[in-house]
């Protein structure tokens, strides 16, 4: 991308610092951002706004991973708009977010750490020469200084709404590419979910209610593929509500498209969280098979 770019002027270095009691791992040194940025830490939504593909961020020790500055651009290597979606969200709910510190090519928080596309050595075209002929050691290091204190930072959030007695609701914010390979997406925007259908299918509802608007369920991406392990690993899993949404990268590139997708999303979801009876477990196989 060229460097006036509108996404690259909607960036900004993460702002917070891990919890006090996280060490900095060894892969990062002292110019390298946290693995993850807290954003409103003070809100009172009983909801958790999570974003796994926020950055586009290389440890320094991996020197850009053998790629140019612009494929870093790409986005295979972020979620195009969706860090200031799910900050722009967080203060339209009030609620608090967690957002990954570093780009999906070094380690994708949204994988489970043996899945292959966990550290992808292909990306839309792209080679990533720093991702081949990685050992053990090597993903193991990333796995270390990246996707577990983004994951740690997510359960220790839940673990506070659980403490004083609320049982949470989770939002994963991504963004998706308009066109994949030569495959033109048409949806805005895409509502992903599995088994629970509280928070989903409301949303569904709401946002489909706009005129116009293109609306994907289970598109262009579906929350029943394994590989969305956030929602997996700490929502679907413990039976927390949880939704997760997917918005066109095109119409997140200027601050007044990141105004109406906050606009549309914040006032669709600050109705569905304001009914109290959503906060509790839903019971579903899957639930009662992981013994919570």
């Not at 891990?18 to 693995?35: I, K, N, T, V, Y």
């Not at 740690?152 to 959030?157: E, G, L, N, V």
């Not at 509500?241 to 007044?256: I, K, M, N, S």
Request: charged fraction near 20%; aromatic fraction near 6%.
């Amino acid at each position: 991308m060229p460097p006036t770019d509108p996404a690259r002027a909607m960036t900004r270095p993460a702002a917070d610092t891990p919890e006090p009691h996280a060490a900095r791992p060894r892969l990062l040194g002292a110019a390298d951002p946290p693995p993850f940025e807290i954003e409103n830490a003070a809100g009172t939504s009983r909801a958790l706004v999570v974003c796994d593909h926020a950055s586009r961020a290389i440890p320094r020790a991996l020197g850009r991973l053998g790629l140019p500055d612009e494929a870093t651009w790409r986005h295979i290597a972020w979620d195009i708009g969706a860090a200031a979606l799910a900050r722009a969200l967080a203060a339209r709910l009030d609620a608090v977010a967690v957002l990954a510190g570093y780009s999906r090519l070094v380690v994708d928080c949204n994988r489970r750490l043996e899945d292959p596309t966990c550290f992808v050595t292909l990306g839309d075209g792209q080679r990533i020469p720093g991702n081949e002929g990685l050992t053990d050691e090597d993903k193991r290091a990333r796995a270390t200084a990246c996707h577990e204190p983004y994951h740690k930072a997510i359960a220790a959030r839940l673990h506070d709404f659980h403490a004083r007695g609320v049982t949470p609701a989770l939002i994963a914010v991504h963004s998706f590419t308009p066109v994949l390979g030569s495959e033109p997406r048409p949806w805005a925007v895409g509502v992903l979910w599995d088994h629970d259908p509280r928070m989903a299918l409301p949303l569904l509802a709401r946002l489909r209610a706009v005129p116009g608007l293109v609306v994907g369920d289970n598109q262009p991406y579906s929350g029943r593929h394994p590989a969305d392990y956030t929602v997996d690993h700490h929502a679907e899993s413990a039976g927390l509500p949880h939704v997760c949404l997917e918005v066109r990268q095109d119409e997140l590139l200027t601050p007044a498209g990141i105004g109406r997708w906050a606009g549309l999303l914040g006032g669709a979801l600050a109705a569905i969280l304001a009914d109290d009876s959503l906060y509790q477990v839903f019971e579903s196989r899957q639930t009662r098979a992981s013994g919570r």
